[in-house]
Each structure stands twice: as C-alpha cells, then as structure tokens.
C-alpha cells in the first residue's frame, strides 16, 4: 500500500476503516490484492497485537490483582485502563472483571498460569463499562462453558441496551485499533444484591445499593479475606465517569458498604487498592457534590458553582493526583449541579 508509510494517527485509522472495506472486497473478488500482502494485512485488521505483560500483584490469602498503570484507553496502552482480579479458591480460579479487550483478556490468562495450574471456573463483571467486560471473549475462549455473573441491569444493557457495540467501538477508537478482534461476549448469569457464590474454600457475597456508578453496580466480597472488590463505585486516584451515575446513590453505597463490610480492604477497578479508597474517594465527591448544593442554595449560576467546586479545600487536595480530572470535572459539576437542584425540591 503506497499511502501506508506517511500516516499520521487520524490517517492510520482511515487506513484501517478503508482496509476493512477492501478485506471485504477481497472476499468476493480475491483477485484483486495479491493474496499474500493481503493476509498479513487482514490478520492486523482481525486481530489487534498482544497486550504487553503486567504481574499479577497479591493482597490477600486468595486476591491477587493485575493493577493497571493507567487510567485511561489510549493507542500505547492498547486499552489497558482497568484492574483485572484473582480470586484463588480450591476449585479453580474466578475473574472478577476481565479487562478491556480479547487482547488484554490474554495477557491476563499468561498471568495467571505464572501463579497457578487452576482452570478458571467463573468471571464476574462488575458493571456494563466494557474495560471492566470486553476481556470475557478471552476466558470464553479458553473455556468455552464458563458462568459469566453481572447484576440482569448490566446483562440487558449490554445484551440489549446498546453498550456492548458502543464499548467495542469506543475501545477501537481509543486504542487506534489495537483491540480490534474483541467480540463482545455478554455476561450471562444473573446475581444481585445478597447473592452469595460459594467456591471451594472462597465465598463471595454480592453488595447492589441501587445505581451508584451505574444503575447496575455490584461490588463483590471475598468474605475469608475480608477484601471487597468495589468496582467502580470508589476510584483510587482517578474521576469517576458519572453521565450514569448519581452522586447521592454512591454515597448511599459507600455508607452501606462501610456499615456492613467494616474495616474492609477495598479493591477499586482503577488505581490500588487500599483501607481509605472509600474515604478518599467520599472526600473529593463531597467537595464537588456540597459545593454544588451550596451553590443551589445561594441560587448561583452552574459558572459560579464550578468555581465554588474548584475552590474547595477537598477538591484542591484530590485534583493535582486524580487521572482525567481536569478533562472531566466540568461536565461531572454540571451532572453533581443538576442533582443537587433536583434533590433541593
Ligand atoms: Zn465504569
């Protein structure tokens, strides 16, 4: 291909979108491109390059984590944003969310043979953003009649609420193209809130407090370790995306989880795990989500709001160390704004 040598990024992914179109006509008329150039090119249009390895880490007798580095999908990362879970039980292995893409799906299951001979015998999606579920295409895979948990409201939305093409296409466009050959493969058993999966030696308990993160969030207990996996309902160091969520259904979900599951080591799908995720995450969103209701009492304008955001004490602490702050703190103020007036009436 003449044009392939001077693309620039927006270029290189024009180039993809046209190859696809040409792999398409090359199926019906395969005379047309030399059949050699035109494996090696489809195979880069099918299946996207290996994820580079990252360790698993553990924290507890039965969690180890792969802990991502990143907080966002970018052409580098090839999508790796999120943290892909461990659990160890006697019987064999369960996922609790399985990355972004078949790629990093992989790069997880070369992990995990590094630590142990066990098959894996169940993964769990915490909720319907597709770092946190594309990888299933991996493990279904590697074992083609795995149990695939999510709460039903993340199996509808991504079965038929139009979040399993939308994250697929998000993921392509964010990578360059990177995690092309991942098929989305939705969750397909039902668990909700006191839902308990007993796995050998391992229980896991399911906590749902209604739409926090999502309408459909799970955070899910390894009752032995005293290790609660939260999903993406606490950040450790990074925004939250809240276009579906509600300010005052995370803080329902972290006061329940705080009262049931005390003295917790909260395992968060971004950044490391730790004892004061909830607390540090409750801190930043209480300096967004107070100044905002503030902001409604004194009757002051969504600008003026903002400001009164960014000038908070516990705002100012949190921002220069939270990933995707400065890109999204405008449009999560006007989502924390928009709750506040409504919770005023
Ligand atoms: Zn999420």
Same mark, same amino acid.
């Given at each position: 291909m003449?044009?392939?040598?001077?693309?620039?990024?927006?270029?290189?992914?024009?180039?993809?979108?046209?190859?696809?179109?040409?792999?398409?006509?090359?199926?019906?008329?395969?005379a047309? @491109?030399?059949? *050699? !150039?035109?494996?090696?090119?489809?195979?880069?249009v %099918?299946?996207?390059? /290996?994820? #580079?390895?990252?360790?698993?880490?553990?924290?507890?007798?039965?969690?180890?984590?792969?802990?991502?580095?990143?907080?966002?999908?970018?052409?580098?990362?090839?999508?790796?944003?999120?943290?892909?879970?461990?659990?160890?039980?006697?019987?064999?292995?369960?996922?609790?969310?399985?990355?972004?893409?078949?790629?990093?799906?992989?790069?997880?299951?070369?992990?995990?043979?590094?630590?142990?001979?066990?098959?894996?015998?169940?993964?769990?999606?915490?909720?319907?953003?597709?770092?946190?579920?594309l990888?299933?295409?991996?493990?279904?895979?590697?074992?083609?009649?795995?149990?695939?948990?999510?709460?039903?409201?993340?199996?509808?939305a991504?079965?038929?609420?139009?979040?399993?093409?939308?994250?697929?296409? @998000?993921?392509? *466009? !964010?990578?360059?193209?990177a995690?092309?050959?991942? %098929?989305?493969?939705? /969750?397909? #058993?039902?668990?909700?809130?006191?839902?308990?999966?007993?796995?050998?030696?391992?229980?896991?308990?399911?906590?749902?407090?209604?739409?926090?993160?999502?309408?459909?969030?799970?955070?899910?207990?390894?009752v032995?370790?005293?290790?609660?996996?939260?999903?993406?309902?606490?950040?450790?160091?990074?925004?939250?995306?809240?276009?579906?969520?509600?300010?005052?259904?995370?803080?329902?979900?972290?006061?329940?989880?705080?009262?049931?599951?005390?003295?917790?080591?909260?395992?968060?799908?971004h950044?490391?795990?730790?004892?004061?995720?909830?607390?540090?995450?409750?801190?930043?969103?209480?300096?967004?989500?107070?100044?905002?209701?503030?902001?409604?009492?004194?009757?002051?304008?969504?600008?003026?709001?903002?400001?009164?955001?960014? !000038?908070?004490?516990?705002?100012?602490?949190?921002?220069?160390?939270?990933?995707?702050f400065?890109?999204?703190?405008?449009?999560?103020?006007?989502?924390?704004?928009?709750?506040?007036?409504?919770?005023?009436?």
């Amino acid at each position: 291909m003449p044009f392939e040598n001077n693309l620039g990024d927006a270029g290189r992914r024009q180039f993809l979108r046209k190859l696809s179109g040409l792999a398409a006509l090359a199926a019906v008329t395969p005379a047309l @491109l030399p059949m *050699r !150039a035109f494996a090696k090119e489809a195979e880069m249009v %099918i299946k996207g390059p /290996p994820v #580079k390895d990252i360790p698993a880490t553990q924290i507890s007798g039965h969690v180890w984590v792969i802990i991502s580095p990143d907080g966002f999908a970018n052409p580098q990362n090839q999508g790796m944003m999120s943290n892909i879970t461990f659990v160890l039980t006697k019987e064999g292995v369960v996922v609790l969310d399985s990355g972004a893409s078949l790629q990093i799906g992989e790069m997880a299951l070369r992990q995990l043979k590094k630590i142990t001979d066990k098959p894996v015998i169940a993964v769990i999606n915490s909720h319907y953003h597709g770092d946190h579920w594309l990888g299933n295409h991996a493990f279904v895979n590697a074992y083609p009649d795995i149990p695939i948990y999510a709460h039903p409201k993340t199996i509808a939305a991504i079965r038929q609420g139009g979040q399993g093409d939308h994250w697929k296409n @998000l993921m392509e *466009r !964010a990578t360059d193209n990177a995690s092309i050959g991942t %098929i989305v493969t939705a /969750p397909n #058993k039902e668990v909700d809130h006191g839902s308990e999966l007993k796995f050998g030696d391992v229980t896991l308990r399911i906590h749902h407090y209604g739409t926090a993160h999502t309408p459909a969030d799970i955070c899910m207990e390894v009752v032995e370790d005293k290790v609660v996996h939260v999903g993406d309902v606490a950040m450790d160091r990074r925004i939250a995306f809240m276009e579906d969520g509600s300010y005052l259904g995370t803080f329902k979900t972290f006061d329940a989880l705080e009262k049931n599951v005390p003295g917790s080591l909260w395992l968060p799908g971004h950044g490391e795990p730790g004892p004061d995720v909830i607390k540090h995450n409750r801190e930043l969103f209480d300096g967004i989500f107070q100044s905002c209701v503030q902001a409604v009492k004194e009757m002051k304008s969504f600008e003026e709001a903002k400001s009164m955001v960014l !000038a908070d004490p516990r705002v100012k602490k949190w921002a220069p160390v939270t990933k995707g702050f400065n890109e999204n703190i405008g449009s999560y103020t006007s989502l924390a704004y928009l709750e506040a007036e409504q919770s005023a009436f």
